[in-house]
């Protein structure tokens, strides 16, 4: 008799627990997703699509390289007078479309300006009030 109380105990706790929620992670619980109805799906007419033309390129053809400039920049857009002006006078006519590839050429003339330009550029941010001059 002392034997057959905790094994009938010990059935007891494992039936609790098995009906604690294990049955869900098995898929026996609802389904959130199926729940909701669906629309069903409706097209509707459109009467200003004309069929394509012979020997026209395919709207969906384009360039991968131009459709990644589009995606990164977000294409061609129109500039405002204040910008075309500024880009005009900063000299937009004379400058020379490959200078991005030039600057990093080994053949580049380059000046060195010392370490006292490179720490003027690499200062921190600031009012300017602490600033103090120091003699090397």
Do not use: H, W, Y
Not at 71 to 87: D, H, K, V, Y
């Amino acid at each position: 008799m002392r034997k057959i109380v905790p094994i009938a105990a010990a059935f007891a706790v494992a039936g609790l627990l098995a009906s604690c929620g294990g049955g869900r992670r098995l898929g026996g619980g609802p389904n959130e997703f199926a729940v909701a109805r669906q629309a069903p799906l409706v097209i509707p007419p459109s009467f200003s699509l004309v069929p394509p033309q012979p020997g026209a390129p395919r709207p969906q053809d384009n360039n991968p390289s131009q459709q990644a400039l589009d995606a990164m920049f977000g294409g061609p857009a129109a500039r405002s007078a204040s910008e075309t002006a500024t880009l005009t006078e900063a000299g937009r006519d004379q400058a020379d479309p490959g200078i991005r590839s030039a600057v990093g050429d080994a053949g580049t003339n380059v000046v060195d300006k010392g370490s006292t330009t490179r720490d003027i550029v690499a200062a921190p941010e600031g009012d300017g009030q602490s600033a103090r001059a120091t003699t090397p």
